[in-house]
């Protein structure tokens, strides 16, 4: 069963769809985790526990490198998933900018 170009283009979009969607509730989770590390450090500010604060502090470098590795991975994802939905616009014969733009 061959598939129809408009189901390939919907297909598609739907994965491309998911991986922003995907980058979002990342991004919102680990600016949750963050708040809540932030305040838990200022709270170990005031209670004078040097190791622990040095600890949550390299912790939080290290999440936010992870944070930063993790957005240029998926962004790499949504920019493959974006040029393919253009090139199938290109083969659909649909009209630049029709649907999506590359800039």
């Known amino acids: 069963m061959a598939t129809q170009p408009s ?3 919907k297909l598609l979009f739907e994965t491309w ?3 922003v969607d995907s980058y979002w ?4 989770y680990f600016a949750a985790f963050e708040t809540v590390a932030v305040a838990g450090c200022w709270h170990l500010l005031d209670t004078k ?3 622990t604060e040095v600890g949550l502090s ?3 470098i290290a999440l936010t490198i992870t ?3 993790n957005n ?3 962004n790499s994802y949504v920019h493959h998933w974006w040029s393919a939905i253009i090139k199938l616009e290109e083969q659909m014969g649909l009209k630049p900018n029709d ?4 800039n």
């Open 72 to 74: 240029r991975k998926t």
């Open 25 to 28: 509730q990342r991004s919102n």
């Open 58 to 60: 390299i912790l939080g």
């Open 7 to 9: 189901d390939l283009y």
């Open 67 to 69: 944070w930063f590795l």
């Open 99 to 102: 649907f999506c733009d590359s």
């Open 49 to 51: 526990h040097f190791w």
């Open 17 to 19: 769809r998911s991986q």
